[in-house]
């Protein structure tokens, strides 16, 4: 059963254009929600994060929303650069057993065009 | 500060046959997290090692198992390899906070 959700496997938009990448959750217990992209032959980086007692947080280019009552989340590029080509995954966690192990999303693969 | 290492980068082995992976984590982070990431499967959740200690465990059978030691450096044993089992194999370390920061991964081909 799939606790975080990406139903898009990849996205392609144009260079200069906004991508929007989104994130479904089912476990009301995740509190902090992050994003994190890879590139191939790499391990993930961490991009962004929000806590669940904001709706918003902005990071130069990329800003992240997170709707709590719809349990949905969404990374904003604007404007999107050949660079951001990679694949993005969504991660949401909750305290376990005194750590927080973040659950991770199947991932969205993102294609900017020059 | 130097960030994840993980080594090998690269390891080819046949079924049946059992394998080490080693990483080190950054600098001052005591906690040492274990992923598989398969084509379509996201970032499968191993263990989560803490000074020393297993704190989480994933839903994995029991051929995969791990260590950290005193140092934080950590270990993780595939026994029994299958067909299955080949994957990016992914450390993480943290500083008691949400955010992983993770090493490049060993990429295992099991043959």
């Known amino acids: 059963d799939q606790q975080v959700k990406q139903n898009s496997p990849s996205l392609s938009v144009q260079e200069g254009r906004i991508s929007i990448l989104n994130c479904d959750y089912t476990?009301?217990?995740?509190?902090?929600f992050l994003w994190y992209k890879k590139y191939p032959a790499e391990g993930p980086t961490f991009l962004i994060s929000?806590?669940?007692?904001?709706d918003k947080n902005e990071d130069g280019r990329f800003t992240v929303f997170l709707n709590k009552s719809a349990k949905h989340l969404s990374l904003h590029i604007v404007p999107s650069q050949p660079g951001d080509s990679a694949v993005y995954f969504c991660?949401?966690?909750?305290?376990?057993?005194?750590?927080?192990?973040?659950?991770f999303g199947r991932g969205t693969s993102l294609i900017v065009h020059p | 500060k130097a960030g994840v290492t993980q080594t090998p980068r690269y390891l080819i082995k046949t079924r049946g046959q059992q394998v080490t992976l080693s990483c080190s984590p950054i600098?001052?982070?005591?906690?040492v997290s274990w992923y598989q990431q398969t084509p379509g499967q996201g970032l499968q959740f191993l263990f989560e090692?803490?000074?020393?200690?297993?704190?989480n465990k994933g839903n994995f059978p029991g051929r995969f198992s791990g260590r950290q030691f005193s140092n934080s450096r950590s270990e993780m044993n595939v026994s029994t390899l299958e067909l299955g089992d080949s994957a990016l194999y992914l450390c993480?370390?943290?500083?008691?906070?949400?955010?992983?920061?993770f090493g490049p991964g060993t990429r295992l081909t099991v043959l």
């Open positions: 929000i806590s669940s007692i904001k």
């Open positions: 600098s001052g982070h005591r906690s």
């Open positions: 993480a370390s943290n500083f008691d906070t949400d955010t992983q920061y």
């Open positions: 991660a949401a966690s909750a305290p376990t057993g005194g750590s927080y192990i973040p659950t």
């Open positions: 090692y803490f000074s020393e200690t297993q704190r």
């Open positions: 476990n009301s217990m995740f509190d902090y």
